[in-house]
């Protein structure tokens, strides 16, 4: 599968637009919730979002990597665009950045937030099932936990209008090592009997 430029930005976008809620509902768990809204229009629109295709075998890794670049830079211009327009939430987008300064603390949020990620994303196996409650659990958990989401970081960084750049690519390899670890144990009896 060939990476789509423009709906790798339109992931970026998204999961801003939940930092966004997020800070105006003033975090919680209303924020936690509204947050998932953008994860939601993501998955519903089949828009390309790393931290929920890392584990996917049908992208190539340069695919990943310019997936991942697309979606920073669409969390980016929109969260300076917030930033200008709301300039109310960027002291809570400060705050929320602020957590992120310790690089092995944020190695252990973004492995937990990649295994959230990959519990949001992945289509349960009964398809009968709506994958609401998944988006909706998985986004609050890591949420309200304080995991580390790369893009996410990266709308949060851009509204604050400053973070140690350096934590976004420690998070995405953070969120890809939990994705693929949770897909791994989860499927480990599958490959063991094929």
Not at 43 to 48: G, K, L, S, T
Not at 103 to 114: A, D, E, N, R
């Amino acid at each position: 599968m060939k990476t789509s430029l423009a709906r790798s930005a339109a992931a970026g976008i998204l999961i801003c637009m939940g930092c966004i809620v997020n800070l105006k509902a003033g975090g919680g768990i209303p924020g936690a919730v509204l947050f998932s809204a953008g994860l939601w229009f993501v998955v519903n629109f089949d828009a390309e979002l790393f931290t929920g295709r890392v584990t996917r075998p049908d992208y190539d890794p340069l695919q990943k990597v310019i997936m991942l670049l697309m979606n920073v830079i669409g969390a980016g211009v929109c969260g300076i665009l917030a930033s200008i327009c709301l300039p109310e939430i960027r002291e809570g987008a400060e705050k929320i950045a602020a957590a992120y300064q310790d690089p092995l603390k944020v190695i252990w949020q973004s492995v937990m937030c990649g295994i959230c990620m990959y519990l949001a994303t992945t289509p349960p196996k009964n398809r009968d099932i709506s994958r609401l409650p998944f988006v909706i659990y998985g986004v609050a958990l890591f949420i309200l936990s304080g995991y580390a989401h790369s893009i996410a970081l990266a709308g949060y960084a851009a509204i604050a209008q400053g973070i140690a750049w350096w934590v976004i690519p420690l998070a995405a390899a953070g969120n890809a090592a939990g994705s693929y670890l949770i897909k791994f144990l989860l499927t480990f009896q599958q490959q063991k009997k094929e």
